[in-house]
C-alpha cells in the first residue's frame, strides 16, 4: 500500500477571498459553503465515524483547496442491497446486447402512457398509446425537457428527488431531476468498466478513490465517500473529491500539487482540457499513480489518448452520455463506442426521424429506463454516429459529440466554454452562440429568456458585458428572438479559432507509469 501524507494538518483557513472565488457578482451560487443545509449523517447515512473521519481528512488537509459544496450520496442500506443486485447483473448480461428491442422497452412504452403526463396527454388525444410501436412514437428534444415535471411519473414519491444541472454545451442548459440510487448506479457501472478494461479499482485508505477534476473559474467541488462502491465486508467506503485545478481556489502556491500529489486518486473522471492541464502537472513532476482515466463530456482526440497511456500506463476510458440519460457508450480502445450493458436501448435516425441502415451516420437517439425520475423515449442526443452490431455488442461508430472549446483573454489565458455557459445562464440566456475568430474577437448570438421583467436588449448585453469581463475583450452581441435562428437541432454554442484544438502535451513526462 503506497504511504502519504494526506492526513489533517492545521485547519485551512475558513475566511477565503469571495472576490477571487467568485469572479462575477451573478455567480453568488459558487460561494464557498453558501448553500450548505444537511448534516454528515444526513449526507451518509451508511457511513460509520471511521467513515466521517476519512471525508473530514481530506476536506481539512493542509494543503486543500476552498471547498464551495458539500454533498453526500443519501444512500440508505435498502439502497445498497438494490445496488449489489445491479452489479450482479452488469455481470450477467450477455456480451453482446440483443440485435432486437429488448422486452423492457416495449413495458417502458406502455408504462409511461400510463404515469407520465406527457405521455398521457398523447394518449388521451389519440396520438399514441400503451400499445404504440416504439419506431411510431415522437422523437424527445431537449426543448421538450424544459418542462420537466411534465415527464415525471406521477406514481414516484418525490420525497428523495436530487436536482442535477446539465451545462448544456450544445443547447439550453436544463434541471434534471435525478434519484439517489440512479446517481450511485452510475459509479457501480464504473467501477465493472474499470474492472472490463483491466484497472484494479479496490479500496485503499491511504488514497482518495476517485477525483473528478475540472478546470474553471468557479465549480462545485466537495469530499464525498462512495458507499455505494462495491467491496469486501471488511474494506471501508473510498473517498472521492470534485476538484477544480483552476489557481483561484487554492490558498498558497503548490498547494495544488501538493493536495493532488497526497490524495493520489486511484481514478481520474475529467474530461479533454483538464485531463491535457493534468498531463502538463505530470510533465512537470507531479507523480500521480491512476488505475484508469476516465473522459467525459467532451470528445477525446486520439493523441490526448495515447498521451494519457504514454504518461500513466493505465487504461482510458471515454465515457459517451448525458446528464438526462446517464452513460450510454464507452470506449477502451478508440474503436468505436459499444453500448453499456444497462436498459438503454439506441437508435440511429436521419433529419427526418427515420432509422437510417445500420453503418451509416445519423443522430443517436436514446430511450432509457434507469432513473426513476426521468424515463425518456426517443431522446435526441444531437449527436451523430453509425451503429454496427458485432460480439462487442451494438457499437457507435465514428462518434462526434461536443468538442472541447477554449477561449482566448487579452492577456493570452486560455479558458474552458464551462466558464462562459456559467456566466450566460447566470445573465438570463435561454440559448447562444459564443463566436471568437482567429484576431480574438467575440461575438455573441443572444436568446435571453422571457418573463424575466427586462428587455431582451438589456439582458443580451448585461450577458456581453460579463463575458467582455471575463475574456478583457469588447464583445459584439445580436439578439435573437427564436432559437430557430442559431441554426437546426442543437445550436453549436461554442466556436473558437483564436485556441488550437487539444493536443499531447509536447514534453516528455518526468513522472513514471510504474508505481514505486
Known sequence: MRTTDGTPGTPPDPTPDLTVLVPDPALDEYAPMGSVALTDAERWPTLDAAGLARVDGWREHRSAPVWVHATGDRLRPDDLDALADAASRLTTEPAAGPPDEPAWVADLVARVHRTVPRWRRAAREGRSGPTTPLRDLPTTSRADLADAAAHVPLDVPLDRVLEGSSSGHTGAALLVPLHPVSVAADLVLLQHLVAAAGGDWRPDPARLGLANVVDQRASFTYVSAMTAFGRGPDDPAPVMARVNLHPSVWRADGDRERYLAAADPQVLSTSTLPLLRLLDLAADGLALHPV???????????????????????????????????????????????????????????????????????????????????????????????????????????????????????????????????????????????????AGDVRLRALPLVGLGVEPETTARAAADAVARWLGRPVDVQVVRDAAALGPGKPRRFRSAAAPPPTAPSRPPTSGKDRP
Open 292 to 438: 484508469a482515466v476516465v473522459n467525459g463530456a467532451t470528445d477525446l482526440p486520439p493523441a490526448v489518448r495515447d498521451a494519457v497511456r504514454r504518461t500513466w500506463g493505465c487504461p482510458v476510458l471515454d465515457l459517451y452520455g448525458l446528464r438526462e440519460t446517464g452513460p450510454v457508450a464507452v470506449s477502451s480502445d478508440g474503436d468505436g463506442h459499444v453500448v453499456v450493458p444497462r436498459r438503454v436501448w439506441v437508435e440511429v435516425l436521419d433529419d427526418a426521424g427515420r432509422p437510417v441502415p445500420d453503418g451509416e451516420r445519423g443522430e443517436v437517439v436514446v430511450t432509457v429506463d434507469e432513473n426513476p425520475y426521468l424515463p425518456l423515449l426517443r431522446y435526441r442526443t444531437g449527436d451523430t454516429a453509425a451503429l454496427v452490431r458485432d460480439a462487442r455488442g451494438t457499437v457507435l461508430v465514428g462518434l462526434q459529440g461536443r468538442a472541447p472549446v477554449a477561449f482566448v483573454a487579452a492577456d493570452g489565458r486560455a479558458s474552458s466554454s464551462i466558464d462562459a455557459t456559467q456566466l450566460l445562464q447566470a445573465y438570463g440566456l435561454a440559448a447562444w452562440e459564443l463566436d471568437q475568430d482567429a
